[in-house]
């Protein structure tokens, strides 16, 4: 659910921000006040398309933040899977520049914006005039059928087969084009392993070599440094060892004199303990360097016959070990490669079997719904000023036998006038006609679907009267089970609304500001008398405004009075 919108410096808005709740909530005010800018902003949020233009005039950026909670648990796995840390709410953030140039934050992360359309699909669905997107993708509408039908389980039963059937059928096609030239790889096979084995151990024994590599060849180097440092601390006449042993002598001497200089000869002391120590382990690691020839010899042609290994194979010397293991792993499936490929072929018989079995019970469950899913919307657009018009949902075969949504292909058919042949929703010309035809699948699928935040951009577009009204009963219908907002200019419509805000434009010392104001009980009464009778409101108007507010079956949601107004320029 959408709880919070925050606008700042889009097109002609200074700064905006609206509380939302569930339910249906309506957006009014006159032609040309900014109500699109509200859907326009939750469409960056969505990952939609940003110009330079959006960008209001004397501002260096546009800014969109929304605020979510109760989130869908698709979005909960997405988030997941991105490993984005969110705490039970999520804030999408989306800023454009001057340049039209865009960055999107996902909980203070930047992502790609293809990132954020994929989120923006769980959290948004946006129907109008201009945008009806998510309805007309095939996927969307078997997505929709399944969920009407309550074919959750089956779905992922399909798609958990597919994938056993195509890994099946991976390793089979593999092994098969590998059994080809069975003799001639095995034979390439046999050498390869010989000739690693000869001098491939485990990666500790390889890292021990060419760490005992390293330090043979700079044996010359770590000689001179060690006989310097041991010369330095005890082999000369002038040695750190001697002189500090003549200073912890001189301060013994005179230790019962002042007892203050017992911690410095105590500290001497020590550093006399600590170059004998060095002194013992200098001349055992000179000793350590004077390794035989043949030892030396040794661990260079063993490193260089690895590195030269790893180079014929186009890997990393520590790569070696695993690359045999997989090596001698492949020669003993080549080895059996006929059980080996019988037993495949056996195997994706039976996933075979089982996915047609299956996908054969997900397709009538479908068909089943189709008609009913068909049966509904078109009895509900008959009251959308669409009579005559008819809605089926279509299911056929699909062109590849195996997927991992079942053998079907769904598709949503429609046509909105009386003797038309049924046509493919995504070829529907009529704006207005899609908005409501959007209106009509969503309420009848919205019990089974996942709460998202809907918005309706002006369905109600070319109708008026009763069929108003029964447009407003169905997204009031529709927001009891998922947050809807609807931009409308109907008072029809308004009056069946949960919450409602009120765009205003103004003009004041030579600036034109615009203000989105919170209705409250009297408020609204008085945006509903305008939205019928016009600028001048009668008491007539008003008492038919109360009379649709009170018909609507609901208490306004909030007697706070008018809310905080927020400007735009």
Known sequence: MLTHLQIRDLVIVDHVELSLGVGLTALTGETGAGKSIIVDALL????????????????????????????PGAAITWLKDQSIDHAGELVVRRVVGLDGRSRAYINGQVVPLQSLRELGEFLLEVHGQQEFQHLVKRSAQRELLDQHA???????????????????????????????NREAHLELLNYQLTELKSEVTSVAEIEALFVEQKRVSSRGRLSFAAQAALVAIADSESSAHDLLSKAQATLRNVADADPTLGEAGRLVAEAVILTHEATLSLRRYVEALDMDPERQEEIELRAASLESLARKHRLGVLELPAHLALL?????????????????????GVLAAEYRATANTLSLARKQAAKDLGAKITHLMQSLSMAGGQFEVSVTPNSTEFSPNGSDEI?????????????SLAKVASGGELSRISLAVQVVASANTQALCRVFDEVDAGIGGAVAEIVGQQLRLLGEHAQVLCVTHLAQVASQAHSHFCVIKQSAAGKT?????????????????????????????????RDMLNASGRKPRSDRGSASRSRIQ
């Open 150 to 180: 309550n074919l959750t389980s089956q779905t992922l039963r399909i798609a958990s087969i597919f994938d056993r059937y195509r890994a099946a059928v991976s390793d089979f096609e593999t092994l098969k084009a590998a059994a080809l």
């Open 328 to 348: 001698e792993s492949e020669f003993e499936a080549l080895q059996n490669v006929q059980l080996t490929l019988g037993n495949l072929e056996q195997n994706i």
């Open 513 to 545: 500001l615009t203000t989105v104001q919170a209705l409250n009980k009297e408020d609204r009464v008085d945006e509903i008398a305008r939205m019928l009778g016009g600028i001048d409101i009668s008491d007539k108007a008003l008492a038919h405004a």
């Open 44 to 71: 960056l949020v969505a990952g939609g398309r940003s110009t330079q233009d959006v960008v209001r005039k004397g501002a260096q950026r546009a800014e969109v933040a929304a605020s979510f909670d109760a989130l």
């Open 411 to 423: 598709e949503f058919l429609v046509s909105s006038n009386p003797g038309q042949v049924t046509k």
